[in-house]
């Protein structure tokens, strides 16, 4: 597309916990189609970030919210560690952390 992408690390609530996302959008005031990254077991990592920016290149507004935001935004490279925190995230918390995203 060749458009300028603007990066915004946005902050919201899911119930009593505060959020954050990164957002990677085009830089334009049109309306655009919006896609939601999810991360890996990493957590929100660069590399996530960087899926973020080659779909806001493509036209997109990408959003990859920080699942980890309830436990503190952890981010790790150890998969143990990535492992326990998997884990500790229950399914509930995280689908209802997905739709307070969207």
């Known amino acids: 597309m060749g458009a300028s992408i603007r990066e915004t690390t946005v902050q919201y609530q899911s119930g009593n916990v505060g959020m954050k996302a990164f957002v990677a959008a085009p830089e334009t005031k049109d309306k655009r189609p919006a896609i939601l990254i999810v991360q890996e077991w990493w957590g929100l990592t660069d590399h996530i970030k960087d899926i973020a920016r080659r779909y806001a290149a ?7 919210p920080d699942l980890y935001s309830r436990l503190g935004h952890a981010l ?4 143990g560690e990535a492992g326990k925190l998997m884990n500790t995230l229950k399914q509930e918390d995280g689908l209802a952390d997905l739709n307070a995203t969207v």
Do not use: F, L, R, S
């Open 58 to 64: 493509e036209g997109y507004v990408a959003m990859a």
């Open 76 to 79: 790790t490279t150890d998969a």
